[in-house]
């Protein structure tokens, strides 16, 4: 029989999980066990690198001490309102970004000098890869 073909527990390895997440094995273990502090981006690429769910994801943040961005009522009414205030500065280019550095809105002057964010494939929405 073949070692390592049979595996006793179903789902990714410990080496897979942090080839996913962009760390290597050591610094995921040690992220396991608790002897390292951590950045927010790699709780987020654990995260999806385990295809957590949003309250999955939000619950590992706060175990690490990060607060969860979470999109409640209070911050999509704050969106709106800048959406609608970049919308009237008509010879400046603005454009409203998330915590991720996701384009959410912008104004017909950022349009002018860069095509609409839904125009370019992934990951053209994102201000960074622009």
């Known amino acids: 029989m073949n070692v390592g073909a049979r595996r006793r527990t179903p789902g990714l390895r410990r080496e897979e ?30 995260a999806r690198a385990l295809r957590l769910e949003a309250a999955q994801h939000r619950h590992a943040l706060e175990l690490a001490g990060f607060h969860a961005h979470g ?26 970004l998330d915590w991720r550095m996701d384009i959410l809105h912008s104004n017909p002057a950022y349009r002018e000098q860069w095509p609409e964010p839904e125009a370019v494939p992934p ?8």
């Open 71 to 96: 999109r409640d009522e209070t911050t999509a009414g704050a969106g709106s309102r800048l959406a609608r205030l970049i919308d009237g500065w008509n010879d400046v280019p603005a454009v409203l």
């Open 123 to 130: 990951p053209g929405a994102t201000c960074c890869w622009r």
């Open 17 to 46: 999980v942090a080839a996913l997440s962009g760390v290597s094995l050591a610094w995921y273990t040690w992220l396991e066990q608790g002897r390292v502090a951590t950045s927010r981006q790699v709780i987020d690429a654990v």
